[in-house]
């Protein structure tokens, strides 16, 4: 998808309301409940952490929940009719857990008007179908915290999925934290154009530290890049989950992403008869993400500061874009004294000061 169509798009989202379910919207003894994972489960990662939330639900749940899921499912065609055998398997509730997965998603919730969708990365609702998002951003910001905090090189290294909001959303926070402890950092992003392709990851990790970057990242969905450095004697800041024992060294910390409050909660309202069409775009503060333990050889003056951040954070005292934001050509996007938007954030399209590589043109 274009990146302006995408844009275009999201603002038009960004203007509808919560909407009520009505079809089907009663109270259920026992429901079904079908997920779809963009990747393989395994013990890291991306689907691993849905997979977590999954297992969460029904452990809170008991006998009123039956799951299933099917993983390693590829955006487009295939995802469709995944999700539409899972609505007529006879799901009640359904989540879908890749942005490519989103106009899938809209097509079966149009056939099964009275099934619950749930799609994790989207911008697009209906009356049965909902978003869910964790402000993935404020751990970015930490772990850029970090990182910037520990470099020697004063180069980070950012392997990147696709180049949409979410994921230059994520390069920026990065960025932003780092250079919020050392304003010499310079970040460089290599993407991949793919979530999951561990071959891919780890060549662009390789090249990132063949370039100077002591400290990699990375917003794709497998351990690739932390193993990669821990290889090579470098840190990394993991994605999704905690992968230190990929690279027990080499991990400072790991953004984490945190389904399992928000799984049994959706549940639970599908149950009682509750649920309602919204965007849910949680962070630290409503425990949809954190980050990792910190390694040891972050000294505690640093420690320190970042988990003051993180209270911060919490409390509503700290917001990771708050102004002076200035984009790579100097330009103040966002003045001082003044917090980028919800709407401006789910559209962001430039790079920050501090990013050393040119956004791809789609």
């Known amino acids: 998808m274009k990146l302006t169509r995408y844009l275009k798009l999201a603002a038009l989202a960004l203007a509808v309301a919560a909407v009520p379910f009505a079809q089907g919207a009663f109270a259920k003894e ?6 779809v994972y963009v990747s393989p ?26 799951t299933q899921y099917v993983e390693n499912v590829p955006e487009g065609a295939d995802a469709q009719r995944v999700i539409r055998q899972l609505a007529s398997g006879g799901a009640d509730l359904i989540f879908t857990t890749s942005f490519g997965y989103m106009n899938p998603t809209l097509k079966v919730a149009r056939q ?24 993935l951003y404020e751990g970015r910001y930490l772990a850029g915290m970090v990182a910037g905090g520990m470099t020697k090189t004063n180069k980070l290294g950012f ?43 780890r060549q662009a990790a390789e090249s990132l530290m063949d370039q ?6 990375h917003h ?6 932390v193993q990669a450095a821990q290889e090579r004697g470098k840190y990394a800041i993991a994605y999704h989950s905690d992968m230190s024992k990929y690279g027990p060294d080499a991990q400072l910390t790991a953004v984490v992403h945190q389904w399992d409050k928000f799984y ?47 209270q911060a954070i919490i409390d509503g005292k700290l917001h990771p874009f708050a102004g002076p934001v200035r984009d790579q050509s100097g330009k103040v996007r966002v003045p001082e004294g003044e917090i980028m938007p919800d709407d401006a954030k789910l559209k962001l399209d430039y790079y920050v000061e501090g990013v050393a590589s040119k956004l791809p043109k789609n």
Request: avoid cysteine; charged fraction near 25%.
């Open 41 to 66: 489960i395994g013990d890291a990662g991306w689907s691993y952490q849905h997979d977590q939330g999954r297992k969460y639900m029904e452990k809170q749940l008991g006998d009123k929940v039956e």
């Open 264 to 310: 049994t909660k959706m549940a639970k309202e599908v149950l009682n008869g509750t649920w309602t069409s919204r965007n849910v775009w949680g962070g630290i503060a409503r425990g949809m993400v954190d980050i990792a333990d910190l390694n040891p050889d972050v000294p505690d003056d640093l420690r320190d500061r970042v988990m003051k951040a993180r």
């Open 220 to 225: 794709t969905d497998s351990h690739a890049v």
């Open 112 to 135: 099964f008007p009275n099934v619950v969708f749930e799609h994790a990365t989207g911008y697009k609702r209906s009356k049965n179908v909902g978003t869910y998002m964790p402000r």
């Open 159 to 201: 392997v990147a999925a696709f180049p949409i909001p979410e994921v230059i959303r994520a390069i920026d926070a990065f960025t932003l934290g780092a250079r919020a402890v050392n304003p010499d950092v310079q970040v460089n992003v290599v993407w991949i154009n793919a979530w999951y392709d561990p071959s891919k990851a």
């Open 212 to 217: 100077g970057a002591d400290i990699l990242t």
């Open 30 to 35: 026992k429901i079904k409940v079908g997920f």
